[in-house]
T-cell receptor, first 109, second 114 residues
Framework: TQLLEQSPQFLSIQEGENLTVYCNSSSVFSSLQWYRQEPGEGPVLLVTVVTGGEVKKLKRLTFQFGDARKDSSLHITAAQPGDTGLYLC?????????FGKGTRLSVIA | EPEVTQTPSHQVTQMGQEVILRCVPISNHLYFYWYRQILGQKVEFLVSFYNNEISEKSEIFDDQFSVERPDGSNFTLKIRSTKLEDSAMYFCASSLGTGGFEQYFGPGTRLTVT
């Protein structure tokens, strides 16, 4: 069974700080997707990474896929209150997505 | 921007009743999925659908569940005899393909079984 572990589970930081959250697995994934989910809503796709070592940037968010395609990280620079939410990673490929439990981020003004 | 839509947003039903959850995937997508998320837990895969048939299903997707694409736009999930433990958010998703193609999720249907 493929599992994705996300850490930390909860993170509370001040506006302007930088942070990194992690997504780890013992399994290799063909691709990894990061979503953001608000309470009572569906996951909203942020980015997909498919190549080992790949780095993608989305404004202040930087996503990296591990060389072995078993792990990924999300780095946020100068966090803002609007970044508050649940960040989910999901591994996939030719199989259905396997989700982690998420990191709940709270950015305090 | 194209998006996945789902109806209803909230469905309350009594145990043992049948429910049908509806989804309209993104129009040019070929693969369709149902996931569920029990409150406070992670998103779990139920079933994937391609070319008018189920391509993969999880252990959760037992004989009480069925899916259908009744026309060119709708994709439905039917639960024949609901149980209390079926209470969850149900998400529909669609993608152009597999193997790295992004899956786009709808806003979900909150199913409450009483």
């Amino acid at each position: 069974t493929q599992l994705l572990e996300q850490s930390p589970q909860f993170l509370s930081i001040q506006e302007g700080e930088n942070l990194t959250v992690y997504c780890n697995s013992s399994s290799v994934f063909s691709s990894l997707q990061w979503y953001r989910q608000e309470p009572g809503e569906g996951p909203v796709l942020l980015v997909t990474v498919v190549t080992g070592g790949e780095v993608k940037k989305l404004k202040r968010l930087t996503f990296q896929f591990g060389d072995a395609r078993k792990d990924s990280s999300l780095h946020i620079t100068a966090a803002q209150p609007g970044d508050t939410g649940l960040y989910l990673c999901a591994g996939g490929g030719n199989t259905p997505l396997v989700f982690g439990k998420g990191t709940r981020l709270s950015v305090i003004a | 921007e194209p998006e996945v839509t789902q109806t209803p947003s909230h469905q309350v039903t009594q145990m043992g009743q049948e429910v049908i959850l509806r989804c309209v995937p993104i129009s040019n997508h070929l693969y369709f999925y149902w996931y569920r998320q029990i409150l406070g837990q992670k998103v779990e895969f139920l079933v994937s659908f391609y070319n008018n048939e189920i391509s993969e299903k999880s252990e959760i997707f037992d004989d009480q569940f069925s899916v259908e694409r009744p026309d060119g736009s709708n994709f439905t999930l039917k639960i024949r005899s609901t149980k209390l433990e079926d209470s969850a958010m149900y998400f529909c998703a669609s993608s152009l393909g597999t193997g790295g193609f992004e899956q786009y999720f709808g806003p979900g249907t909150r199913l409450t079984v009483t």
